[in-house]
T-cell receptor
Framework: QKEVEQDPGPLSVPEGAIVSLNCTYSNSAFQYFMWYRQYSRKGPELLMYTYSSGNKEDGRFTAQVDKSSKYISLFIRDSQPSDSATYLCAMRGRAGGTSYGKLTFGQGTILTVHP | EPEVTQTPSHQVTQMGQEVILRCVPISNHLYFYWYRQILGQKVEFLVSFYNNEISEKSEIFDDQFSVERPDGSNFTLKIRSTKLEDSAMYFC??????????????FGPGTRLTVL
């Protein structure tokens, strides 16, 4: 089983739609969960960061973590064409652990929001 | 806003040649990282670096790879004898401390390495 699994899509939605992106993971050592956005030919850019189970909201974006199910989600409300990008989930272990700094990424989901 | 920069943006080399990829991390950051992304695949961790030492490395980071911080601003990744399978996008990242749970890694735009 892969450490982090993410459906690569591609996902195509109309402008204004609610987008749901998901990742599952198998490593219980992961404690910190991130969503990065990557535009074509650019480096990953941090969107959201969560630690505990539950929801975290930032504008149109909501990150959700369910540690019991080893499942994380990113919701995008009122999606815009400018949201078109690849969305990467990433995670890492606890401070002081053996793999603290290392980020483990999902495959990335390609999202297109069409006008 | 401070950003991580990388040069060159695209490097083409012949198999067996040495390449050096360069990065300028954000100026007050202390932890530095290299990741790579083979076309169509995941972003993969290569190495982390702190206080002039490697903190952690992946199994990909074998003896053909080395990292260095030659001065106060640059961070380099050297591949001694490139192979076809080294063709990928290489990303440099930096973070302020590396020891806080909320520490964020900021990524550069990447160097596309093509090995012929």
């Amino acid at each position: 089983q892969k450490e982090v699994e993410q459906d690569p899509g591609p996902l195509s939605v109309p402008e204004g739609a609610i987008v749901s992106l998901n990742c599952t993971y198998s490593n219980s050592a992961f404690q910190y969960f991130m969503w990065y956005r990557q535009y074509s030919r650019k480096g990953p850019e941090l969107l959201m960061y969560t630690y505990s189970s539950g929801n975290k909201e930032d504008g149109r974006f909501t990150a959700q973590v369910d540690k019991s199910s080893k499942y994380i989600s990113l919701f995008i409300r009122d999606s815009q064409p400018s949201d078109s990008a690849t969305y990467l989930c990433a995670m890492r272990g606890r401070a002081g652990g053996t793999s603290y700094g290392k980020l483990t990424f999902g495959q990335g989901t390609i999202l297109t929001v069409h006008p | 806003e401070p950003e991580v920069t990388q040069t060159p943006s695209h490097q083409v080399t012949q198999m067996g040649q040495e390449v050096i990829l360069r990065c300028v991390p954000i100026s007050n950051h202390l932890y530095f990282y290299w990741y790579r992304q083979i076309l169509g695949q995941k972003v993969e961790f290569l190495v982390s670096f702190y206080n002039n030492e490697i903190s952690e490395k992946s199994e990909i980071f074998d003896d053909q790879f080395s990292v260095e911080r030659p001065d106060g601003s640059n961070f380099t990744l050297k591949i001694r004898s490139t192979k076809l399978e080294d063709s990928a996008m290489y990303f440099c990242a930096s973070s302020l401390t590396g020891t806080s749970g909320t520490d964020t890694q900021y990524f550069g735009p990447g160097t596309r390495l093509t090995v012929l």
